[in-house]
Every structure is written in C-alpha cells, then in structure tokens.
C-alpha cells in the first residue's frame, strides 16, 4: 500500500468516525429529558407557566400584560417575586412556589422574576416619571366618598357613568378606545383590588387603556384621586 | 503431495464422513424449490429472519451495558445516549430493527395469506407463523418496557390493566407479571427475563419448527389461476413442478433474498442513523403527571382503538373481541385449505385483507396525531388567541382567565392551540345558546366533568360571558328559539 493510498484510507476512515457524532440520529442535549424542576431558562419557564393568561409575548392575554416597563417599575422586583410565589388568593392568579402547592421551585420563581425583568424592563428615561409614580399598594386612607366623582371625572368617559360600559353596544365599536363595563358585580367579585389599583395605575396599553398619566380630562390622576377610585370600585362590589 | 484442493477435499470428506454435511445442505439450504418461487414476493420472511439475527445481536451488546433494575435501567439508557460511543447508534438500530422486523413480518403475512400459502399441506406453517407473530410482538412490547421511561410505565399500565379484565385468571396474570399488586421492583426483573430469555428462545423454538416445515412440504409454488389446490393431487403435482422448474435454494435461488437483507439492513441502519433511537422520556415516575405518553408504532392501533371506544365496550372487547380476532387468524387454514390460491380469483381474501390494513393504519394514525389525553399544561402555558382578547369586556376577560384556570383549555382547544379532548370552543357560540352553555358548564356530561360545584356563580357568568362571543365576526350567536316576551330595551342586535 503506497503511503498516498494509506493516507487517503486513514481520513476516510476518520471521517467515518467523526460522521458518526455528527450523524442527524445521535441524541442532542437539548432533546434530553429535564425534569420540569431542572428548567431554569425564563423563555421555557414563562411559556409554560405564564403565558395561558398573561398572553404569549407578555401582552395582550386576558390577564394584565407582564411586557410593560411601567409596569414592572410599578411593582418591582421585590414584589413580583412575592405575587409569583403567592399567588392572588380568590382571583385566577395561581401560586406557583412548590411549598404553597404549586408547581415551581423557589429557584424557578427567581428565574421568572429575574427574566421578566432582563427581558421586558427599560430604565426610566426620564427620572421625572419615576418620581410622579405612584405608590403601589393600595393606602388604608383612601376616602370612597370622593371616588365617585374621580371615576365621573377620568373614567366614565369609555367605561359609562354608571361603570356598565358605554351605553349601546354599537357605540363601543365605533371607538376602539371605550372600555366595557368595570362595574359589573360579577367581574368585580372575580378581581382584587390591587388587580383594580395596578389597571388604574398602569393602563391596559395593550387594549387600549391608558395609565394614569393619560386618562381622559387631561391626567395625570393625583394619588389621592387613584387611591378613592380603587377604594370606591372596591365598596361596588356585592 | 497432493495439491490444496485434493486436500481440502478430503479433509471435509473426512468431516462429512462423520457429520453428514452434504446430506444436511442438501436438506436444508440446497434444497429444491420451484424456479417461479424465487420471487421479489418471497423475500418477506427471510428479510424477517435477518431482522431477528439482528436483533439479538444488537440485544446482547445492549445487554452488556442495560441494568435492568428500576432505579439504573432510565440512568444506563442515558449513558447509552449521550457517554458511551455510538451507544445511541447500537439502541437505534435495536429499535428500528424491532420496527423492520414487525413491519416486514406483517407484509410477509399479509403475502402468504394473499397467495394462498397457508392452504393444503401447509396449515401448520401457518399456525406456527401466528405464534412467531404474537411472539415477536410480546418481543416488541417487552422491549419497550425496557425503556422504563414514562411511556414505558404507562404502556404497562394499559397492558396491565388489559390482563387484568381476563376472566378468571386476570388478576393472577397480573400478580404474575407484576411479581406484586403493583407495578414496582420486581417487574422490571420480570420484563426483562420474559423480553432477554423466554421470547427469544420460544421465537428460535418457533423458527426452528416454522423452517422445518417449509423444508418438509417445500415453499409455496407460485400461485397460478385456475389452478385448484387438491390435497389428493397436490403433492404429485408439487413434485412435478420441481422436476421441472427446480432450483437449489442456494445457491441459485438466494439472490433476491440476498439484495433485500441487504436493503433491510441498509434501511435500519438508516434510520437508526438519521432518525436515532427514540428519546428516553422521563423517569417511569408516577408522581410526574405532565407527560402525554404513546405507544410505539405497533401498538398504536390498539391505543387508538381503546381510546375512541366507549368505556363500556372495553370489557366485551378485551374479553371476547380480541380473542376471536387471535383465534380467527389461526383458524384461516380450517377455514378454507383448498380451492384456488392466485389473489385475482380469490376477491374475498383481497377485500379483507385491504379492509383489516386500512383499518389498522387508519387508527394507528389516529393514535398518531391522538389528543385525547388532556394537555396537562395548557391551562397555564397556552395562550388565548389574542383576536379572541381584543375587545373583549373586563367581565369577558374574566371569563376567558376561568377557562384558563380552571383547566378547561386542558381539553379544549381554541383555534386549535389546547387540549382535543374536548371540541374545540373558537365558534361555541353558534353552536349553544346561553342556557345551552351553562347547562353544559353546571352540568358536563359526554365526558365532561360537572362543575356546578367548582364554580362561584360570578365564574360562570364570566365564562359564559367570554363564550358568548366565540362566533365569526358576522355571525350571530346562537340564540334561544322562543323570542322573549318582552323586548329588552337598548340591546337590540344583541
């Protein structure tokens, strides 16, 4: 056997052998069998916990949108970790930490808050509007009373004076902007009323209700005003 | 001195002398057999045959490395895969050769049954053929226990439970397979002695009988039209036909078989190589529930089939449908042995066996594309089409979140992303009228649970509120017949 001929065998040979790691049938890492409590990457870990109700991009699902950087300013990490973990006790809002019955390890949860974060948060630009944010829990010293009057005054205006949408269902189409009725007793009965303070706060952007700095007659509402409104929603409830 | 050849020669006389080998190659590999027999449509059982040798050579380096106990057969698996060099390869081809080899086994079947090769003299080779048939695939079925992964467990599961309905001796069979009330430690052991010794030696048994019998009345001629198979006549003919025609298997007649080892052998290893060997997936763990487990191949007509009846049926079925459809296969010869073999006068035969592999490939795609387990993930992972979140009320949204939670997406689907167990709800609302959604809702039924008990009654307001807006943009919801006595004010074209 001529050394050229030898040569040519031997890498042909070693082709073969390198082929074969290659071949499209070896196993990958990535089609391994992971636990489910091995899974730590945010992607896999929102798109199966989270994104059922808070919609496949963190938007426009029928829980409020994750993918809103006034948002997670609003609430912060500290908080979000705590609402992951515990849940919304009697709303749609599941736990998810192993310990309280669910279904994620507290390693898990970080992940969440933490990607949430990394992947949908923007430092304020302008630190004026971290400043006017307000706060996010709900005070004890809200005054119902006065609420009705901020509801008239900011709200009404896309939800109907009495809170039970805009009065005929065509009027609803023909601005995309009005908002259905927040008053009903039975969605009232299905939500928290932090749930209500955070869509005040907040907004829906995603379906086109603004925050608080927008809301119509010109906003920005005071806290004190968001603080009545949410209070006074919450009182409508049966 | 004489020269190389003159002594090879009498070296194997000197053998032959003593073993009578030339008598035992004409007896077997050499024998005679009808020139037209040496046919593409005769390669089936061999390529079988080459699928079995391989198999258990595959089997036992597999072997070397498999720990068959609960808690290391999953971790050798997974060395298999990803440590050992080309051990994915060696599980590749060990299973794609149980795939070929059932396969193959089945068109070799369907062929012999076609060209009349089971009639007169040749029942017992196919009786014997129907035990190597159920045989090699308790061989398969063991051999996916082995896996002992999650669809491993649960396909012992339904095996078990299958076992169980037997009369009378159910519940012993399964304590016998099981070594136990539940399935735990001893079973592995069990699977493995059945899957390692007892069916490969029943299926080499079995062999040895199923060739002697080939040997013995000679391989199936050629079926021709017209030509009746009479058990007076037919051995004077047969003979006739190989003083005419015949061949030597081998070396003369072996050709075709050969390619087509060739081309099976090609075909695992392809496979093995490209589509490797199935993923192991998950510890058999029952505590893991997320998992939506199927069958291989083989059984997924028999999964499609228990998952489309009604549970009612399954007993009749196990009990007394399976049994006859087993006997009824063995019972082909006594049926009919003589008469004509070639398929175009045979309609009947063609019809049935058309009909029995349609259905078998209709349901085994439909255990395929099955969805009849809930999606245990949906509910939380799912997400709601957003047109069907855009402009919808708080209280519609509401609605849509207790479809969410309260897991209803497990089973239902909308626009086509959830469960399929359930129909899917995008267009409910042209189908059920309000009353007719809460009824459905309180109530279930048809496979449904109720939840009258599981839902506040603001709930159920909600979610009926969100499926009352599941129709095409244009058209109406369904509505109550009676119109209403008084015309709600305000809400016309409601």
Request: aromatic share 10%; with cysteine.
């Amino acid at each position: 056997m001529t050394p050229s001929r030898l040569a040519v065998g031997l890498a042909a040979l070693a082709f073969v052998w390198l082929g074969c790691d290659s071949l499209p049938g070896k196993p990958t890492e990535a089609e391994r069998y992971r636990r489910p409590s091995e899974i730590l990457d945010f992607e896999s870990l929102y798109a199966v916990n989270c994104a059922g109700c808070h919609g496949s991009e963190g938007t426009l699902g029928p829980a409020r949108p994750l993918a809103d950087s006034l948002y997670l300013e609003l609430i912060g990490r500290e908080r979000m970790g705590r609402v992951i973990a515990e849940g919304v006790p009697g709303t749609a809002m599941p736990t998810f930490l192993d310990a309280n019955g669910g279904t994620l390890t507290q390693a898990q949860i970080d992940a969440v808050r933490d990607g949430l974060f990394e992947n949908w948060w923007k430092p304020p630009t302008k630190a004026a509007a971290r400043k006017q944010l307000p706060g996010y829990a709900q005070p004890a010293a809200a005054r119902a009373a006065r609420g009705g009057d901020a509801f008239s005054k900011y709200c009404a205006d896309c939800h109907g004076a009495d809170g039970l949408g805009p009065e005929a269902p065509g009027e609803r189409k023909a601005n995309g902007k009005k908002g259905g009725a927040v008053l009903d007793p039975n969605f009232l009965a299905l939500v928290s009323d932090q749930m209500l303070r955070t869509a005040v706060i907040a907004g829906r952007t995603d379906l086109g209700m603004p925050d608080w700095r927008a809301t119509s007659d010109g906003g920005p509402m005071t806290e004190p005003e968001i603080n009545d409104v949410v209070a006074w929603m919450s009182e409508r409830r049966p | 001195m004489p020269g190389l050849a003159e002594r090879a020669r009498r070296t194997f006389g000197w053998f032959d002398d003593r073993l009578h080998l030339k008598a035992i190659f004409d007896s077997t590999a050499g024998h005679p057999i009808p020139r037209r027999s040496a046919s593409w449509w005769y390669v089936f059982g061999s390529g079988t045959l080459v699928c079995f040798i391989l198999q258990i050579v595959t089997g036992i380096c597999l072997a070397l490395v498999y720990v068959p106990s609960p808690n290391e057969a999953y971790a050798s698996l997974e060395y298999l895969n990803y440590e050992q060099n080309l051990g994915w390869f060696l599980r590749g081809v060990h299973n794609w050769g149980s795939v070929f080899m059932v396969g193959l086994m089945t068109i070799h079947m369907i062929q012999v049954f076609l060209f009349g090769a089971y009639k007169y003299p040749r029942e017992l080779t196919w009786v014997v053929g129907c035990v190597l048939f159920l045989l090699t695939l308790g061989a398969a079925f063991t051999g996916q226990i082995m896996r002992f992964d999650q669809d491993a467990y649960w396909g012992l599961q339904i095996g078990v439970s299958i076992a169980a309905r037997i009369p009378f001796v159910g519940e012993s069979i399964v304590h016998l397979l099981q070594g136990g009330p539940i399935i735990g430690a001893e079973t592995l052991s069990r699977f493995f002695s059945l899957h390692v010794f007892v069916l490969p030696g029943l299926l080499i048994g079995g062999i040895v009988v199923h060739l002697r019998l080939v040997l013995t009345r000679g391989i199936n001629e050629f079926p021709v039209e017209g030509q009746e198979v009479a058990p007076e006549t037919y051995a004077a003919e047969y003979e006739e036909l190989l003083e005419k025609t015949g061949i030597r298997f081998f070396p003369d007649g072996v050709d075709k078989d050969i390619v087509f080892a060739a081309l099976v052998l090609f075909g695992i290893v392809g496979c093995a190589a490209i589509l490797g060997p199935p993923i192991p997936n998950g510890p058999a763990d029952p505590t893991l529930i997320n998992t939506a487990p199927r069958p291989d191949f083989y059984f997924l007509s028999l999964f499609a089939a228990f998952a489309l009846m009604p549970p009612y049926l399954e007993d009749f079925v196990i009990v007394y449908v399976l049994p006859v459809m087993v006997l009824g296969l063995f019972a082909i010869p006594f049926l009919s042995n003589v008469g004509e073999k070639h398929p175009r006068r045979r309609p009947g035969a063609v019809i049935a066996a058309t009909l029995a592999m349609t259905t078998l490939c209709v349901m085994a795609w439909e255990g395929l594309d099955s969805d009849w387990s809930p999606h245990m993930d949906a509910w939380s992972g799912t997400a709601v089409p957003t047109h069907l979140v855009e402009g919808r009320t708080p209280l519609e949204l509401q609605g849509a979140l207790v479809l969410q939670v309260k897991q209803c997406r497990n089973c239902h689907a909308l626009d086509g992303s959830g469960g399929k167990r359930g129909p899917d709800l995008s267009n409910v609302a042209t189908r059920l009228t309000e009353d007719q959604l809460v009824r459905q809702v309180l109530q279930g039924g048809g496979n449904m649970p109720a939840y009258g008990k599981n839902l506040t009654p603001a709930e159920v307001t909600a979610v009926v509120a969100f499926m009352r807006t599941l129709h095409p943009r244009g058209q109406l919801p369904a509505r109550d017949s009676a119109p209403p006595a008084v015309p709600a004010s305000g809400t016309a074209g409601s």
